[in-house]
T-cell receptor, first 115, second 117 residues
Framework: EAGVTQFPSHSVIEKGQTVTLRCDPI?????LYWYRRVMGKEIKFLLHFVKESKQDESGMPNNRFLAERTGGTYSTLKVQPAELEDSGVYFC?????????????FGSGTRLTVV | AQTVTQSQPEMSVQEAETVTLSCTYD???????LFWYKQPPSRQMILVIRQEAYKQQNATENRFSVNFQKAAKSFSLKISDSQLGDTAMYFCAFMEGSGGSNYKLTFGKGTLLTVNP
C-alpha cells in the first residue's frame, strides 16, 4: 500500500505570507494526526482527525493555523500569516484504528522555513 | 502531563558494535505504552519497537531490544550489531493507554545516532 504522502517536502516563505501543507494518508485510514517539531525541541501534537471531524485540536498553537480534512481523505494545514516561530518540520501520520497502540504510519514531513 | 527525556542529543557507534540510547519519562498513569521511533535522513519516521507497560518482559525486534524499568521510569533502546542503515534520529515516545489523552504521542527531543564504518 502507498504510504503517507506529504508535500511540499520543503517550503521557504517570508514572514506574513500564507503556506498550505498537504497530507495524503493511507487509503482507508480514518485517523489522521498532525505533529510539529521546532528545531531542537520535542515533536508536539497539533491535532487529530477522525474522518472529516476534528477529534482533538488542543495542540494547535493559535488561530493562525487552520486544518481541514474535507471528505475525510487528504488534509491540509494552512498557516496564515506565517511567523518566524512557525518554522519547523510538520509531520502527518495516519492509522486505521484510534491510537493503534502507537503504530502510526508517518509521512516524511514538510520542512517549513519562515524568513 | 507526561514528559519524555532523552539526555543524549548525539551518539556515534562503530559498525557491528552495540549502542544503547537512553530515555526516561514521567507519568502518574499505570496503563501506557512506550515507543522508539526512527527517522533516517530525509525519510519517514517509522516505529522500531513498542512496549506495553503492563508487560514485564522487555520487547525485542531482531537487533533492537529495550530495557524497560517501570519503577525507575526508564526505557532504553539497545541496538546490537549496528549497521550503517541504523544512522538516524531516534525518538522515544509515550502514549496513555485506553484512550487517555486521546491517543496523543508525547515525544522526547531525539537522539541523533551515527554509525561509522
Amino acid at each position: 500500500e502507498a504510504g503517507v504522502t506529504q508535500f511540499p517536502s520543503h517550503s521557504v516563505i517570508e514572514k506574513g505570507q500564507t503556506v498550505t501543507l498537504r497530507c495524503d494518508p493511507i487509503s482507508g485510514h480514518d485517523n489522521l494526526y498532525w505533529y510539529r517539531r521546532v528545531m531542537g525541541k520535542e515533536i508536539k501534537f497539533l491535532l487529530h482527525f477522525v474522518k472529516e471531524s476534528k477529534q482533538d485540536e488542543s495542540g494547535m498553537p493559535n488561530n493562525r493555523f487552520l486544518a481541514e480534512r474535507t471528505g475525510g481523505t487528504y488534509s491540509t494545514l494552512k498557516v496564515q500569516p506565517a511567523e518566524l516561530e512557525d518554522s519547523g518540520v510538520y509531520f502527518c501520520a495516519s492509522s486505521r484504528l484510534q491510537g493503534n497502540y502507537g503504530g502510526y504510519t508517518f509521512g516524511s514531513g514538510t520542512r517549513l522555513t519562515v524568513v | 502531563a507526561q514528559t519524555v527525556t532523552q539526555s543524549q542529543p548525539e551518539m556515534s557507534v562503530q559498525e557491528a558494535e552495540t549502542v544503547t540510547l537512553s530515555c526516561t519519562y514521567d507519568t502518574s498513569e499505570s496503563n501506557y505504552y512506550l515507543f522508539w521511533y526512527k527517522q533516517p535522513p530525509s525519510r519517514q519516521m517509522i516505529l522500531v519497537i513498542r512496549q506495553e507497560a503492563y508487560k514485564q518482559q522487555n520487547a525485542t525486534e531482531n537487533r533492537f531490544s529495550v530495557n524497560f524499568q517501570k519503577a525507575a521510569k526508564s526505557f532504553s533502546l539497545k541496538i546490537s550489531d549496528s549497521q550503517l542503515g541504523d544512522t538516524a534520529m531516534y525518538f522515544c515516545a509515550f502514549m496513555e493507554g485506553s484512550g487517555g489523552s486521546n491517543y496523543k504521542l508525547t515525544f522526547g527531543k531525539g537522539t541523533l545516532l551515527t554509525v561509522n564504518p
